[in-house]
Structure formats: structure tokens, C-alpha cells
């Protein structure tokens, strides 16, 4: 698999590669691993990208590391037996979706995203 993310890295142009991001996002709610993909894959294609392309390259790396602290928070309030951390899990799910939604929409609009480290929706 490590050839063909780098193959994705190298030839794919950069709007495709974002959406491959939000989907991998989107994905990534329920099988976490894919997020690692997708921030790598941001991580990598950033610096070459056009200004308005890194907005979204941005928003979704900041949007990887907002999700570790959900995700920490949520296996820790579920590994000391406190159900809360099932709250949080849909919580985190829903701001995932959402953001994600709202990056392609803008994406798809050609628009940069206005606050790339927003730790809401841009």
C-alpha cells in the first residue's frame, strides 16, 4: 500500500487529492487508520499547492489534530468506565461530518476556506 500512497502523492493534482481527504474523513468516523492516511497525504502535498489549495490542505490537518484530542478523550472517559465517552465519540462524529461537508462544499465552489485553523467549520 505504501507504493500507491506515494503514487497518489506524486501524480495525483491537488483537488483530487482533497477530495480523496474528505472522503477519507468522512471514512475515517468509523476506520480511525484511514485519518492517518489523509493527514499524511495533506501533510506532503501541501507546500507545492497553489495558496487557495493549501487553505483546505490546512483545514484538514487542523482538523486531524482536533480529532486526536476527541478521540483521546473519548477512549479516556470509556477506559475509566465513565459512558460519557459515548457522547463524545457522536459528538466528535458529527463535527467530523460536518467539517468535512463544509470543506468539500467550499472546495467545489473553488474557494479557499476562510479560517483554515478554525476548530469549527472555517
Excluded at 71 to 83: C, D, E, H, K, P
Aim: without cysteine; positive net charge; charged residues 10%.
Amino acid at each position: 500500500y505504501g507504493k500507491q500512497l506515494m503514487a497518489l502523492i506524486e501524480t495525483g493534482d491537488d483537488i483530487s487529492s482533497i477530495k480523496l481527504i474528505y472522503i477519507f474523513n468522512l471514512v475515517g468516523s468509523l476506520i480511525y487508520p484511514i485519518l492517518l492516511i489523509g493527514a499524511y497525504v495533506a501533510y506532503e502535498k501541501k507546500p507545492a499547492a497553489a495558496e487557495w489549495l493549501q487553505s483546505h490542505y490546512q483545514f484538514q490537518l487542523n482538523g486531524f489534530f482536533i480529532t486526536l484530542l476527541w478521540l483521546v478523550t473519548s477512549w479516556g472517559l470509556l477506559w475509566t468506565g465513565n459512558l460519557y465517552g459515548l457522547a463524545v465519540m457522536v459528538v466528535w462524529i458529527v463535527w467530523n461530518i460536518s467539517r468535512s461537508v463544509k470543506g468539500w462544499k467550499t472546495l467545489k465552489a473553488q474557494k479557499a476556506i476562510p479560517n483554515p485553523r478554525s476548530w469549527f467549520f472555517g
